[in-house]
C-alpha cells in the first residue's frame, strides 16, 4: 500500500510524468555447470505432466531504471522492483529546475548473495517398482514406470520477511550457477517411462526406487528501505536501515529422476 501510495505521489507532484511499461524479458547465456550422474535421467520427453516452461526469466531494467539503480548503494536485483522502476517515467524539463521530492517505495530484498550451491540427486522417492523373480529361470528385465503422479515442492529452510521476492533471487541465482531447471514445485505424471534395462536375477526380488533431485542453496539476502529522490533534473535512489540475513533453500529439478536398483534374497 505504502509503494502504490508512493508512486502516486510522484505522478501528482510531477505532471510531466507519465507511466510506460519497459518491462523485457531476455535469457541469459548459460554454461555447463554441473556434473550429472548416470543415475540420474532426462525426463522432460516422457513426462506425461507437462510442468510449466524450464527457462528462467531475467528482467532487463530500462534505461531509466538502469541509471537509477547506478545511483544506489546497494546493489539492487530484485526483479519485482526492478519492474516497478520500469515502469516509471520522470521526463526531465526545464521546469524542475528547484523541484525536490522523496518518495518512499518500501522495504525491499534488494540482493541475494550465494555462498553454497549443492545438488541432493536423492532428495525425495517418488515411486518404487519392485519384480519377484525368487521362482524364475531366466532374468527379468525390469524398467521404470511411474505409478502415481508426484507432487514434488521445494521451499525455505527458514522464515523470512517477503519469502516470494526472495525464492524468486535465490531461484534465479541457482539455476545460473547449475545450468538446471529449477521450479519450487515440480510434477511427475502417472505413466512417465524410461527404457534403460534393469536385470532382475534368478532368486532375486528386484527393487528400482526413483527419486526427485533438488538443489540446497544457501546464502544471504539483504534488505533496505528504498527511497526515490529528485533534486531538479537529477534523479537517484536511496537505500536506508540496511540489513543482511542468511538463508537456505530446497529447489527441486525439473524433469529429472534418478534412478537406484537393488537385487534381494527377500522381499523388502
Known sequence: MLRKLGIMTLTMFLSFT??????????????????????????SKENTYPNSSQDTPYLQPSELSQELLNTSNVKIENPDLIRILNETSISKTPWAIGFRATVYLGEWPLNYE??????????????????DNRTGKSPYQMKYNQEAQSQVKGGLTAKIPQPEHVKQMMLLKA????????????????????????????????????????????????????????????????????????????????????????AYDQPR
Open 175 to 262: 539455476a545460473k550457477k547449475t545450468n538446471l531447471a529449477l521450479s519450487f514445485q515440480t510434477l511427475i505424471g502417472a505413466g512417465t517411462k524410461k527404457d534403460q534395462v534393469y536385470n532382475v536375477a534368478p532368486k532375486k526380488v528386484g527393487y528400482l526406487y526413483a527419486y526427485t533431485p533438488a538443489v540446497s542453496e544457501k546464502g544471504k539476502v539483504t534488505y533496505g528501505e528504498v527511497y526515490l529522490t529528485i533534486k531538479g533534473s537529477k534523479r537517484m535512489i536511496t537505500v536506508k536501515n540496511v540489513t543482511s540475513q542468511g538463508i537456505g533453500a530446497w529447489i527441486p529439478v525439473q524433469d529429472y529422476v534418478s534412478l537406484s536398483f537393488g
Open 18 to 43: 507519465c507511466l510506460n511499461t519497459l518491462a523485457a524479458e531476455k535469457k541469459e547465456t548459460r554454461t555447463p555447470a554441473t556434473n550429472i550422474p548416470s543415475s540420474a535421467l532426462n525426463i
Open 114 to 131: 550465494s555462498a553454497a550451491t549443492n545438488i541432493n540427486w536423492q532428495y525425495q522417492k517418488i515411486n518404487t517398482n519392485h519384480y
